[in-house]
């Protein structure tokens, strides 16, 4: 029994001795320390006012009143690069028994972030780690302090980024962050949480040599984002000044909820399209800009598609590559689906695409058979190109019913909407051809022919309505010589 009250005694004489430095720590002193070292580490001023105060609790230190770190000195007119209501500072336990202050760890309550890229590329985030000790070493005499920031915190913070390079702003509420960086020398482990349209993105992270990394040097991280179910990761190398090579790997199970938690309730993907998605490449981005994904394997509800992307990222995006596939079922492109009661004919709404004039591209699609609703096509070679708002689809080399199809199909938006095509069939067995969408059965066995169309107008109805086009078949059995149709 004996031995049972000296234990506890010695825990409460510890617990009195702990409390009794707490009480007597240099509340302001520690307050200054701390801001100091951040000012250090960062190479920004720090402002901390009100009268700090001892906290037990969440964390053993003090918290000061309203604090701010200053911005970059060219964004100083956006205001503080953080500013917070509160700044609790951790200390350590043992060093405080021993005499020594020794701060921890940070957390900073209801802060607003603020993060700009201007158009020449200069970023208001980048910082030094100059002055960082790792954990355990002291920086100096007296109260040295030694950050090495064994868990930093940042609840119901407010984000907000301004890339001016690219014409975004974006701003995130309740943001939820946790660092724990224990070894400055080290690893960081990483969590960034947010909910703007309701449902919970979080990404996670590990971060290899993270001073380093601060610094702007390139270091092993892995990177997981998850939401609505999905799941995005990169295993690779990377830094801040945009330098990435490593392995992506992509599983969204449902991409209309996906799309619902990034704030686009009600979009769909044709099925065929993306509804479910799998995949993995190897990506890197240069400082070129050009985002590159190599042996890539895409999953599109069961179906695969493989090859290889590269997308620039200049003023306006251009993507090129190459894919193959086997047998690619599109239908969900036909728009086939229920028209609802009261539905008559095609809406009268304009057609919208400015989304041409958004980016450039140069994509070749080859398949060994394209299912594209009552139609299937054998072997197929397709090349779309789009410049300037002017988007051309290339019938390269089309196998369909015991013939050849090539031709191409253009949509213009360079001075409102104009649509157009010239198609060309060589040795088609007619009677297959026709199937599909007649009721037609006096074809001649097989026949070349050859279409084309065009037409201006900024709605479907009108479009259809102004329809030009010529059109050729050979001379036979139920078969016109020509056809010329006319609204």
């Known amino acids: ?51 700090p105060r001892v906290s037990l609790w969440p964390v053993l230190g003090v ?79 007296g109260n040295a302090l030694a950050l090495s920031l064994d868990r930093a915190v940042i609840t119901g913070g407010a984000l907000r980024f301004e890339d001016a390079r690219a ?21 960081a482990q990483l969590r960034l949480s947010a909910a703007p349209y309701g449902q919970p993105l979080v990404l996670e992270g590990q971060v290899a040599r993270f001073a380093d990394w601060i610094a702007g040097q390139a270091v092993p991280l892995e990177a997981k984002f998850s939401a609505a179910g999905a799941r995005i990761e990169y295993d690779g190398t990377g830094d801040l000044n945009g330098f990435f090579n490593g392995r992506l790997a992509v599983d969204v199970p449902d991409s209309r909820a996906l799309l619902a938690g990034l704030g686009q309730p009600g979009a769909t993907v044709p099925q065929g399209l993306g509804q479910r998605v799998t995949g993995q490449a190897q990506l890197s981005l240069g400082q070129g ?19 290889a992307l590269k997308l620039a990222l200049g003023q306006t995006p251009r993507l090129t590559g190459a894919l193959g596939a086997g047998q690619l079922d599109l239908s969900g492109l036909m728009g086939a689906g229920d028209t609802g009661a009261g539905a008559v004919g095609w809406s009268d709404s304009l057609i919208d695409t400015s989304a041409l004039g958004l980016f450039e591209a140069d994509i070749t699609l080859a398949a060994q058979g394209l299912q594209l609703g009552r139609f299937a096509l054998g072997r197929t070679q397709l090349r779309l190109e789009n410049t300037a708002s002017r988007a051309v689809l290339y019938l390269q080399d ?32 007619c009677r297959r051809c026709c199937r599909p969408c007649l009721a037609w059965g006096a074809c001649r066995p097989r026949a070349k022919a050859s279409c084309s169309f065009w037409a201006v107008a900024p709605a479907w109805p009108k479009s259809c309505a102004a329809c030009r086009g010529r059109g050729s078949w050979p001379r036979g059995v139920g078969l016109f010589l020509a056809l010329i149709w006319t609204g």
């Open 63 to 141: 918290a000061t009143g309203p604090m701010a770190l200053a911005n970059a000195p060219w964004a100083a007119d956006s205001g503080p690069l953080l500013q917070a209501d509160s700044l609790k500072i951790s200390v350590d336990v043992a060093g405080l028994l021993q005499g020594a202050v020794r701060i921890t760890g940070f957390e900073a309550v209801n802060p607003v972030i603020r993060l700009q890229r201007t158009a020449d590329g200069r970023e208001n985030w980048r910082l030094g780690v100059e002055g960082v000790a790792p954990s355990g070493q002291g920086a100096g005499a």
């Open 1 to 51: 029994m004996r031995v049972v009250w000296r234990i506890f005694g010695a825990m409460v004489l510890a617990l009195v001795l702990v409390v009794g430095a707490v009480l007597l720590l240099p509340q302001d002193r520690l307050a200054r320390i701390a801001a100091d070292q951040i000012e250090a580490a960062t190479g920004r001023a720090v402002t901390i006012s009100g009268q």
């Open 398 to 429: 089309v196998a369909a019913y015991g013939g050849q199809i090539s031709g191409d199909v253009v949509a213009n938006n360079r001075a409102g909407l104009s649509v157009g095509g010239a198609w060309r069939c060589r040795t088609l067995i």
């Open 289 to 307: 800009r050009v985002l590159a994904l190599d042996d890539m394997q895409l999953g599109l509800d069961g179906q695969v598609l493989q090859g």
């Open 167 to 187: 014409g975004t702003r974006l701003a995130y509420e309740d943001v939820d962050f946790l660092m724990l960086w224990p070894d400055a020398a080290g690893a």
